[in-house]
């Protein structure tokens, strides 16, 4: 059969060093004399500065927390429908960006975000333009139409054509400050967002080669990134590889490692790239075939053993925790239910039910 596939990347992406510079120049092309900016706390002051400087910027939210709780997304929507905005920009990481695509989703309309989130109500057509600036290089946000989002202690994912942004301004030196322990977390999720879109049974030749790419950009620059924050050749190829993943991931979707990462932040608190990282060696190895083999060959690699032990290696370099006992207290039984019936387990191209599952787990003791 011949190649059969629909691609569509409906974001314009502005991607380089200082970029971010044209932040005013772009709102102006889009038209928006009124928008707000939503960012993480510590860019807090030069997100006042960018006020001053700019009046199409009429309020700024820095209050956005780790895993963004739907108040946050409350406060953001209330802020654009008092300054009847016609933007929201983004400046953060995942949590930051997920906050600012639901509140532009629904600022437009009359309703309330939990209505939104318990799927009570349908997203409107008509929305706010987002501007996506991603700070950490990780998560492809800025490329996708997925939002992260908590609600007490449930968290949720929510995948909806209107979360996708309309720009995004990918500025490697954005990332200049991150901590090396958030660039290895996010590093590895942007590693496990190419693998699984790459190996997700959804997959498709374009993202195939996105996601050969940005693993191949994954494995020669994040340990350069991780030892010096300030190597901006490093910092800029990992934004890239961070970007081409999302692209590789936002279509096909992700799968068993991803599908894992929800109990393991929900119930032993680890870090999104922290806890797709945790089992993504061993998915490696319980999805190695073929067509992961040429992945593998494709960017320098031996095998998918050799991937496998890289992917260790780094988790072990940048003092991820690799192993159970440092979770504390875990029922394995209930973590592997918890993983096999999360929704992005169907995508896996290998069936890995609760035994499987366990067997997984009890390797990782
Ligand atoms: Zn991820």
């Known amino acids: 059969m011949g190649i059969e596939f629909t691609y569509s990347q409906p974001v314009a992406i502005y991607f380089g060093q200082g970029r971010f510079r044209m932040l005013s120049q772009l709102l102006q092309e889009m038209e928006i004399d009124r928008c707000v900016l939503v960012c993480d706390p510590y860019f807090a002051p030069r997100a006042q500065q960018i006020m001053k400087e700019n009046k199409a910027v009429c309020a700024v939210f820095s209050e956005v927390e780790p895993n963004p709780q739907l108040k946050g997304i409350i406060q953001v929507t209330e802020l654009a429908r008092k300054h009847q905005a016609q933007g929201v ?129 994954v494995l020669n620059n994040l340990e350069r990134a991780w030892r010096d924050g300030n190597d901006m050749e490093a910092r800029s190829n990992m934004a890239y590889a961070a970007l081409l993943g999302g692209m590789a991931f936002a279509q096909p979707k992700t799968a068993a490692s991803h599908a894992c990462s929800y109990p393991l932040s929900e119930d032993y608190h680890l870090p999104h790239g922290e806890a797709c990282a945790f089992t993504l060696d061993s998915i490696v190895m319980l999805n190695a075939d073929e067509r992961l083999d040429y992945l593998c060959k494709a960017v320098g690699l031996e095998d998918c053993a050799a991937l496998a032990r890289r992917i260790r290696e780094l988790k072990e370099l940048g003092g991820l925790r690799t192993r159970l006992s440092q979770l504390g207290d875990v029922d394995v039984g209930k973590l592997a239910h918890d993983c096999a019936v999360h929704p992005l387990m169907k995508n896996n191209p290998v069936r890995l039910d609760e035994t499987a599952l366990v067997k997984m787990f009890e390797a990782l003791r």
């Not at 990780?138 to 929510?158: A, D, L, R």
């Not at 879109?197 to 374009?206: A, E, L, R, T």
Request: aromatic residues 6%; hydrophobic residues 40%; proline residues 6%.
């Open 89 to 217: 920009i983004g400046v953060g990481g995942g949590s930051t960006l997920d906050t600012a695509k639901f509140a532009a989703a629904i600022a437009l309309d009359g309703g309330d975000a939990i209505d939104y989130y318990e799927g009570r109500r349908s997203f409107p057509a008509r929305r706010l333009a987002m501007i996506a600036v991603p700070t950490t290089a990780g998560t492809g946000s800025e490329v996708t139409q997925v939002s992260v989002v908590s609600h007490g202690t449930e968290k949720k994912t929510i995948n909806n054509p209107a979360f996708m942004p309309k720009a995004a301004i990918v500025d490697p030196e954005l990332s200049s400050s991150v901590p090396p322990k958030v660039t290895m977390n996010t590093g590895l999720d942007a590693m496990a967002h190419a693998l699984e879109g790459y190996w997700s049974v959804n997959h498709q030749p374009i993202c195939d080669v996105l996601a050969i790419e940005a693993v191949r950009t």
